[in-house]
């Protein structure tokens, strides 16, 4: 079992920046990869960015791409995601992620073998 807390969401105006954190515990030994999904109120929760924990690979998706940053922290088990330039767009409930199966499917969420409780991210205009 991994466990996966979140951490870092608040509010903020539009063009500030926020950093995500997410700590993995338990079975983090046979992590392959870790993502960030985000889900608006009435949308379904999609794919924001992620990263493959050996070598540090990255993928974003586009809205958020030259604005978002993940980055891991061997050490710590931790992932984090630094969001910059921030947009109303970007209100979202963001969920960590959590991969050990290996393969490809980076934006994907049934790729993902565990999840986080999420954490809330206000943007105003």
């Known amino acids: 079992q991994v466990q996966l807390v979140e951490s870092g969401g608040g509010s903020v105006q539009a063009g500030g920046s926020l950093r995500l954190s997410c700590a993995a515990s338990?079975?983090?030994?046979?992590?392959?990869?870790m993502g960030w999904f985000r889900q608006a109120p009435g949308k379904e929760r999609e794919f924001v960015a992620a990263?493959?924990?050996?070598?540090?690979?990255?993928y974003y998706a586009d809205p958020v791409k030259g604005r978002f940053t993940i980055s891991r922290d061997n050490a710590t088990k931790t992932v984090y995601l630094q969001m910059n330039s921030l947009k109303p767009e970007d209100t979202a409930v963001y969920y960590c992620?959590?991969?050990?199966?290996?393969?490809?499917?980076?934006?994907?969420?049934?790729?993902?073998?565990?999840w986080g409780q999420g954490t809330q991210v206000t943007v105003s205009s």
């Open positions: 990263i493959r924990w050996s070598y540090g690979s990255t």
């Open positions: 992620s959590f991969n050990y199966r290996g393969g490809v499917g980076w934006a994907d969420r049934a790729w993902y073998d565990y």
């Open positions: 338990g079975r983090t030994f046979s992590s392959y990869a």
